[in-house]
Each structure stands twice: as C-alpha cells, then as structure tokens.
C-alpha cells in the first residue's frame, strides 16, 4: 500500500472538504482520465484497487498515472474503549479528494478501451466520477 516515508507530523486534524480543487484539476500526462465529481476521502487501499482493475482491463497495453497520494493520516481508537484518554493511534493513510480532481490518467489505447478501464476503476471508489478526454470527444 502507498503511505509516505516520512511525515512533519504523526496526527493532523480532520479537516473540512471545501470547494474544487485548484491543482490536480487538468490532464497532464495522458489522453484520457478519471475526474472526481465529488468530495471525498480515498484510502490508500482504493488506489491500489483502481489500478489493478485498470491494469487488468487494458491487459499491459498502454501506461497508467496515478495522480493522487495518500498523505494524510487517519487515526482510530482500539475497539470497545471508553470515550476520552486522547486522540487514537494512526491507523490509515488516505488522499483528500475535492471536486474536479484527476486521479488516474491513461493513455497508449483505444478510446472504449480507456472507458471501460476508468469506469471499472470509478467503480472502486466511494465518490461520483466521470471519465474525461484531452480530445473533449467524451
């Protein structure tokens, strides 16, 4: 699973997931790319299971970007604890989404080819997404 080296500090806040992304937001490397419609969190579990599922439809054809990293951690106290006695220890490690982000991108096969693999890996994921094209022909 992907979780970073090193991090400035153990635990961080929650957060609010506000507005759309700034960065991250266009298509950089590919043709074709999966966009977030909605906010959400994305473990590092569920980026590892869009790209399997992307990897096993296009079959080696092609190269795959994975845009997003998980680099925030999610704390959780141990089952059957009582309220109280501090923030959990980090448990998981996740990649706060914003509306508009571009989390894989794909390219080197033919468009209904690049659809069905980003769709199947849009599937994974617990957000609204949509399948984009450099080309706008989507």
Not at 80 to 97: L, N, Q
Request: include cysteine; charge should be positive.
């Amino acid at each position: 699973m992907l979780s970073p080296k090193k991090v400035k500090h153990r635990k961080v806040f929650k957060g609010r997931m506000r507005g759309v992304a700034l960065r991250g937001s266009s298509i950089s490397f590919g043709t074709f790319a999966l966009k977030a419609l909605d906010c959400g969190k994305m473990t590092a579990q569920q980026i590892e299971a869009g790209r399997i599922a992307i990897n096993r439809k296009i079959k080696r054809g092609g190269k795959v970007w994975i845009r997003v990293f998980p680099d925030k951690p999610i704390t959780k106290k141990p089952a059957e604890t009582r309220m109280g006695k501090g923030k959990g220890s980090p448990d998981s490690w996740v990649a706060p989404i914003k509306p508009g982000r571009i989390l894989y991108e794909l390219d080197g096969v033919d468009e209904a080819l690049a659809v069905r693999a980003l769709t199947l890996a849009g599937n994974k994921l617990p957000f609204a997404t949509k399948v984009i094209s450099k080309r706008n022909t989507l």
